[in-house]
């Protein structure tokens, strides 16, 4: 029998070395490596310890054929349910992630209510709080009474043999997969070759037994779920949990989903009583809004098949820098610069001795490019001062040559700005179906400076 190896796996992404190192090839991360034993590491599956055997023909088949709807256990949470594609596919393992204290557990609570209450067996373990806090969140939210089953362990053949008793459950929730540990595996609990092994064996689970499984894992600050990343290409769903500090309200985004869509988004709102659906997030984005002050732009997004409207604010400054500052929270710093280059190129405005801050109200995220167009105008607005028309809405890509591009959904967006009161909406040429059937007054710029003009030349009150 081979001699057990001793090998370095990063933490954070998994990369085995063969001798250790300060900072991790892999990914770039310093102090990540930890020593393991090789057993039960990457490299070793089942059977890699015996000789070679002779391998089983498996029939092949056609790509055509009998094809079965998932089967879903829905929540009742509708939200919950949207981000996941239409609730949880009995015999698939899903990965929820997000920062500590986000709210995970507490959302995984409120869903085990929910189930438990609507006749599912749901069995929650929890390897992170003792019992009695569990009880104390499920009382806050208010599912203390539901017959959720519980328990406070960490050993995956213990858990394994826990659920076996009795009935299978419908929904199986371990919180967190970070501390879950196999016997299989003799790393230490936490390393990244025992959560591996751990959810393994979890999915391994869930597959043979047609119980959903979902696995927490703590993010780190840079976005990766920490050691767990691992986890993600194993399982058949990844959902984040997201939000800002300092604002209550809670993204559940949908990254990976081998059963459904993976650009739905739940909106959740933290309260006392734990988290309380949104169902109109476009109104708790806008809720904030001061009514007309130069610099801020309401853009027409799209999250999925949901419009989402929020608000874009801007500052541009005069500078005392050499290199003026660009500070950009909730969109992409490399697509600010482009707008910027092409208002300067294109459009003769200039912020070479100026500072620029962008934000997006709320704290919320934007990923799309359809935003250009409201970066583009909130920064003219608040260089000249001149504030934007508050009953405005703006869509619309920008390309480098300055022109506006056409983005999708054109009519969704608009539906949205009407139904919240929007009067006017600046888009960009070539969406005329759209614009047909809208009562909103519309503006369709060709190339960019059409629209700095209109700004410039709008009236100061
Ligand atoms: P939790 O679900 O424990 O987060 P995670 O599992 O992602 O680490 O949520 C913890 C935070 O949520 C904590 O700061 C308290 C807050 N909270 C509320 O504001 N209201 C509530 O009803 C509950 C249960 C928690
Ligand atoms: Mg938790």
């Known amino acids: 029998m081979a001699k057990s190896r001793v090998q370095f796996v990063c933490q954070n992404c998994g990369t085995v070395h063969a001798r250790w190192a300060g900072k991790c090839d892999g990914c770039g991360e310093w102090?990540?490596?930890?020593?393991?034993?090789?057993?039960?590491?990457?490299?070793s599956g089942p059977g890699s310890m015996r000789s070679a055997r002779k391998g089983r023909s498996v029939a092949l088949t056609t790509l055509s054929g009998e094809i079965e709807e998932?089967?879903?256990?829905?929540?009742?949470?509708g939200e919950l349910d949207r981000a996941t594609g239409g609730g949880f596919v009995r015999g698939s393992a899903l990965l929820v992630g997000g920062d500590p204290g986000i709210g995970k557990s507490t959302l995984l609570?409120?869903?085990?209510?929910?189930?438990?209450?609507?006749?599912?067996?749901?069995?929650?373990?929890?390897?992170?709080?003792a019992v009695a806090q569990i009880r104390l969140r499920a009382q806050r939210v208010n599912a203390a009474s539901a017959p959720v089953e519980l328990a406070a362990e960490t050993n995956v053949e213990d858990i394994l043999a826990t659920i076996a008793d009795g009935k299978r459950p419908d929904l199986v929730i371990l919180d967190s997969v970070q501390t879950l540990w196999t016997d299989a595996a003799d790393?230490?609990?936490g390393t990244v070759t025992q959560v591996r092994a751990s959810a393994q064996k979890m999915i391994r689970y869930a597959k043979s037994t047609g119980a959903a499984v979902v696995l927490v894992g703590h993010v780190t600050k840079e976005g990766q779920i920490a050691g767990p990343r691992v986890v993600e290409h194993m399982v058949d769903g990844v959902l984040y949990f997201e939000g800002e500090g300092g604002h209550h309200f809670r993204i559940l985004r949908a990254v990976k989903n081998r059963f459904g869509p993976t650009d739905e988004i739940g909106v959740f709102e933290m309260s006392d009583k734990g988290l309380r659906e949104v169902a109109n997030p476009s109104e708790l984005f806008l809720g904030e809004r001061a009514a007309k002050a130069p610099g801020a732009a309401v853009f027409a997004g799209m999250e999925g098949t949901r419009p989402v409207l929020v608000e874009i604010q801007t500052l541009v400054a005069p500078s005392p820098l050499g290199t003026p500052r660009r500070s950009v929270i909730g969109w992409d710093g490399a697509r600010l610069s482009m707008v910027l280059?092409?208002?300067?190129?294109?459009?003769?405005?200039?912020?070479?001795?100026?500072?620029?801050?962008?934000?997006?109200?709320?704290?919320?995220?934007?990923?799309?490019p359809a935003a250009d167009l409201a970066v583009a105008a909130a920064l003219v607005s608040s260089l000249t001062g001149l504030a934007l028309p508050a009953d405005s809405v703006y869509f619309g890509e920008i390309s480098l040559s300055g022109a506006v591009r056409p983005v999708a959904h054109a009519q969704q967006r608009l539906k949205e700005a009407e139904k919240l009161g929007f009067g006017q909406a600046v888009i960009p040429a070539g969406s005329e179906e759209a614009v047909a059937s809208q009562a909103i007054s519309i503006f369709q710029p060709a190339i960019l400076a059409d629209l700095v003009v209109r700004i410039a030349g709008s009236k100061p009150d």
């Open 341 to 368: 280059a092409v208002l300067e190129t294109h459009c003769g405005v200039r912020f070479g001795s100026h500072d620029v801050y962008l934000n997006v109200a709320g704290g919320y995220r934007i990923s799309e």
């Open 70 to 77: 998932a089967p879903r256990i829905v929540s009742g949470i």
């Open 109 to 129: 609570t409120q869903a085990a209510a929910a189930l438990a209450m609507a006749g599912h067996r749901v069995v929650y373990v929890s390897g992170e709080e």
């Open 31 to 43: 102090n990540t490596l930890v020593e393991e034993g090789s057993d039960g590491g990457i490299g």
């Open 187 to 189: 790393s230490a609990p």
